[in-house]
Protein backbone atom coordinates (compact mmCIF):
# COMPACT_ATOMS: atom_id res chain seq x y z
CA UNK A 1 0.00 0.00 0.00
CA UNK A 2 1.02 3.16 -1.38
CA UNK A 3 1.40 6.28 1.82
CA UNK A 4 -0.59 8.81 1.70
CA UNK A 5 1.30 11.64 0.40
CA UNK A 6 2.37 9.14 -2.44
CA UNK A 7 -1.25 8.97 -3.44
CA UNK A 8 -1.68 12.61 -3.14
CA UNK A 9 0.58 13.24 -5.75
CA UNK A 10 -0.61 10.24 -7.81
CA UNK A 11 -3.91 11.96 -7.76
CA UNK A 12 -2.34 15.40 -8.95
CA UNK A 13 -0.27 13.19 -11.97
CA UNK A 14 -3.82 11.26 -12.86
CA UNK A 15 -5.74 15.52 -12.53
CA UNK A 16 -3.20 16.60 -14.84
CA UNK A 17 -3.19 13.83 -17.36
CA UNK A 18 -7.07 13.73 -17.70
CA UNK A 19 -6.41 17.99 -18.13
CA UNK A 20 -4.10 17.34 -20.58
CA UNK A 21 -6.40 14.97 -22.87
CA UNK A 22 -9.23 17.13 -22.15
CA UNK A 23 -6.85 19.57 -23.74
CA UNK A 24 -6.20 17.60 -27.01
CA UNK A 25 -3.31 15.80 -25.69
CA UNK A 26 -5.18 12.56 -26.28
CA UNK A 27 -1.56 10.36 -25.19
CA UNK A 28 -0.50 12.10 -22.14
CA UNK A 29 0.05 9.43 -19.63
CA UNK A 30 1.59 9.00 -16.38
CA UNK A 31 5.33 7.34 -16.74
CA UNK A 32 5.59 4.25 -13.81
CA UNK A 33 8.05 6.02 -11.30
CA UNK A 34 11.22 4.35 -10.52
CA UNK A 35 12.96 5.12 -13.82
CA UNK A 36 16.77 5.76 -12.11
CA UNK A 37 16.68 8.27 -15.22
CA UNK A 38 13.28 10.10 -14.12
CA UNK A 39 12.12 11.97 -17.12
CA UNK A 40 8.89 13.91 -15.72
CA UNK A 41 5.78 12.25 -14.41
CA UNK A 42 3.95 12.93 -17.66
CA UNK A 43 4.64 11.35 -20.93
CA UNK A 44 2.68 11.95 -24.49
CA UNK A 45 3.14 15.42 -24.90
CA UNK A 46 6.48 15.50 -27.83
CA UNK A 47 8.94 17.60 -26.74
CA UNK A 48 8.01 18.46 -23.25
CA UNK A 49 8.57 17.20 -19.74
CA UNK A 50 6.48 18.15 -17.22
CA UNK A 51 6.70 17.36 -13.29
CA UNK A 52 3.72 17.25 -11.14
CA UNK A 53 3.90 18.60 -7.30
CA UNK A 54 1.22 18.07 -4.49
CA UNK A 55 3.37 19.94 -1.80
CA UNK A 56 1.47 21.93 1.31
CA UNK A 57 4.97 23.78 1.31
CA UNK A 58 6.30 25.11 -2.14
CA UNK A 59 10.39 24.78 -2.74
CA UNK A 60 10.25 26.38 -6.28
CA UNK A 61 14.20 25.83 -6.76
CA UNK A 62 14.34 22.45 -5.89
CA UNK A 63 11.38 21.26 -8.15
CA UNK A 64 13.06 23.86 -11.04
CA UNK A 65 16.57 21.93 -10.24
CA UNK A 66 14.92 18.77 -10.52
CA UNK A 67 12.83 19.68 -13.62
CA UNK A 68 16.05 21.06 -15.48
CA UNK A 69 17.85 17.15 -15.18
CA UNK A 70 14.49 15.78 -16.52
CA UNK A 71 14.27 17.52 -19.37
CA UNK A 72 17.61 16.07 -20.21
CA UNK A 73 16.81 13.03 -19.11
CA UNK A 74 13.84 13.35 -21.38
CA UNK A 75 15.91 14.80 -24.22
CA UNK A 76 12.80 16.98 -24.27
CA UNK A 77 12.77 20.53 -25.70
CA UNK A 78 10.84 22.14 -22.76
CA UNK A 79 9.13 21.52 -19.21
CA UNK A 80 7.19 23.03 -16.61
CA UNK A 81 6.79 22.36 -12.60
CA UNK A 82 2.87 21.92 -12.53
CA UNK A 83 2.12 22.72 -8.67
CA UNK A 84 -1.42 22.74 -7.07
CA UNK A 85 -2.83 25.53 -5.63
CA UNK A 86 -4.75 24.78 -2.72
CA UNK A 87 -8.10 25.36 -2.77
CA UNK A 88 -8.87 24.62 -5.83
CA UNK A 89 -9.05 20.88 -7.83
CA UNK A 90 -9.13 22.73 -11.17
CA UNK A 91 -5.64 22.18 -12.96
CA UNK A 92 -6.10 25.28 -15.13
CA UNK A 93 -5.67 27.50 -11.94
CA UNK A 94 -3.22 25.61 -10.49
CA UNK A 95 0.80 26.94 -10.79
CA UNK A 96 3.23 26.06 -13.71
CA UNK A 97 7.26 26.81 -12.90
CA UNK A 98 10.59 27.21 -15.05
CA UNK A 99 12.93 28.82 -15.42
CA UNK A 100 12.68 32.47 -17.16
CA UNK A 101 15.58 31.07 -20.31
CA UNK A 102 12.50 28.32 -20.74
CA UNK A 103 9.53 30.93 -20.77
CA UNK A 104 11.68 33.41 -22.97
CA UNK A 105 12.42 30.04 -25.37
CA UNK A 106 9.08 29.58 -25.87
CA UNK A 107 7.92 33.30 -25.99
CA UNK A 108 10.35 33.01 -29.35
CA UNK A 109 9.26 29.96 -30.84
CA UNK A 110 5.26 30.85 -30.35
CA UNK A 111 6.39 34.62 -32.75
CA UNK A 112 6.55 37.11 -30.01
Known sequence: MSTPSKRK????ERD????????GWKYAERRLAGD???RGDIAGVPGVCF?????????LAGWTKELEVEI???????????HKRRGTGNVGNWYATMPVETLIELLKKAGY
Open 51 to 59: EIKNHKTFD
Open 36 to 38: KND
Open 16 to 23: VVKYLQEK
Open 9 to 12: GSGA
Open 72 to 82: KNAKANTGAVI
